[in-house]
Antibody
Framework: QVQLQESGPGLVKPSETLSLTCTVS????????WSWIRQPPGKGLEWVGY???????NSNPSLKSRVTISVDTSKNQVSLKLNFVTAADTAVYYC????????????WGLGTLVSVSS | QSALTQEASVSGTVGQKVTLSCTGN????????VGWYQQISHGSPKTVMS??SPPSGVPDRFSGSKSGYTASLTISGLQPEDEADYYC???????????FGGGTKLTVL
């Protein structure tokens, strides 16, 4: 049974970089596309972007210039970096996995809350 | 405003059949399978429908369908534990992005 665990700082200062890690256990990190999805307090889900062990990545056009997603197969981890954060980036960040060619997620992490505040 | 449109709220009584809808266009729902996700009390989302097939472990009262640019999630025999927010999602080839609907709050009366 694949399990995902997000980790990282719960508080980030404005204009700094948000850095999160998703650790994948119970299954191979390869072949799956790993997405980051966020949910601001009281709001709906928003796709941030995805990464694959082939190096292929893509991100939400509204965030593209600020997002970096990478997959480290040696550590079974997926990382997210979001630059120049503002209060609008305050959200619960989820890691989720889908199979190649699929447009829906098979696995979800529990999520981690990141607040942007000075 | 989401490119995928869902009802803001739907309600039903125990045992009733309810249908949630998700409307898009030809570059998203018209071209790709739709996922449905259940979120109870702002916990982690859970996949309840993968295209028109439920993942293993999802009760068989959940079913999915799609016609044209509208996908639907039907719950036949509503249960109290089905009360949750439900989100639809799929890829959009024009926007080159994964989209989520705004979510439907399902209340079990």
């Amino acid at each position: 049974q694949v399990q995902l665990q997000e980790s990282g700082p719960g508080l980030v200062k404005p204009s700094e970089t948000l850095s999160l890690t998703c650790t994948v256990s119970g299954g191979p990190i390869s072949t799956y596309y790993w997405s980051w999805i966020r949910q601001p307090p009281g709001k709906g889900l928003e796709w941030v972007g995805y990464g694959h062990d082939s190096g292929r990545t893509n991100s939400n056009p509204s965030l593209k210039s600020r997002v970096t997603i990478s997959v480290d197969t040696s550590k079974n981890q997926v990382s997210l970096k979001l630059n120049f954060v503002t209060a609008a980036d305050t959200a619960v960040y989820y890691c989720a996995g889908r199979q190649a060619g699929s447009t829906y997620f098979d696995y979800w992490g529990l999520g981690t809350l990141v607040s942007v505040s000075s | 405003q989401s490119a995928l449109t869902q009802e803001a709220s739907v309600s039903g009584t125990v045992g009733q059949k309810v249908t949630l809808s998700c409307t898009g266009n030809g570059s998203n729902i018209g071209s790709y399978a739709v996922g449905w996700y259940q979120q109870i009390s702002h916990g982690s989302p859970k996949t309840v429908m993968s295209g028109i097939s439920p993942p293993s472990g999802v009760p068989d009262r959940f079913s999915g369908s799609k016609s044209g640019y509208t996908a639907s999630l039907t719950i036949s025999g509503l249960q109290p534990e089905d009360e949750a927010d439900y989100y639809c999602s799929t890829w959009d080839s024009r926007l080159n992005a994964l989209l989520f609907g705004g979510g439907t709050k399902l209340t079990v009366l």
